[in-house]
């Protein structure tokens, strides 16, 4: 009997789309303007289509925030106020970090030779000191290299 029942809806909906577009076209013929046949044909969208589509809608925002939120970067939160002499002979490398993206600070990223990393602030002078140290120990590494 339900199957019975929805082909006999089936041959409604197909009636009243074969009504509406014989009117459609007598309404054409009489020379009325196209916005009383769009008017004519208007109908409210399917309650289910319109359910799924607004759930496909929330499940894709969903996925595209948590993947925006795992790309984040490697940003300092605060700085180192003093290093010890001892751990600054142990820097081997650096990196700035600007004020872009996700990062709020500007920082000097200093690596260590194990590789723990502490941040500095760039506007302090002990740091600016040991950027051209790090420097000066790279330039001498590829003099010696060379000669």
């Known amino acids: 009997m339900g199957v ?24 054409v013929e009489n020379g009325e303007p196209a916005s009383t046949l769009q008017d004519s044909t208007f109908r409210i969208p399917d309650m289910r289509l319109t359910f799924s589509g607004l759930t496909l809608l929330l499940i894709l925002a969903c996925v595209y925030l948590t993947l925006a939120q795992g790309s984040y970067e490697d940003c300092c939160l605060k700085y180192v106020k003093n290093v010890p002499k001892k751990m600054r002979h142990m820097v081997s490398t ?13 920082a000097i990223i200093f690596t260590l030779r194990r590789g723990r990393m502490f941040c500095a602030d760039p506007s302090q002078l002990w740091a600016q000191v040991l950027i051209k140290k790090v420097d000066n120990r790279k330039h001498a590494k590829r003099a010696k290299s060379r000669g």
């Not at 197909?14 to 309404?27: N, V």
């Not at 650096?94 to 500007?106: A, F, K, L, S």
């Open 4 to 27: 019975a029942a929805s082909a006999l809806n089936s041959l409604r909906c197909q009636l009243r789309s074969k009504t509406r577009l014989q009117k459609s076209q007598q309404r």
């Open 94 to 106: 650096y990196r700035r970090q600007e004020t872009d993206g996700g990062c709020n600070i500007p």
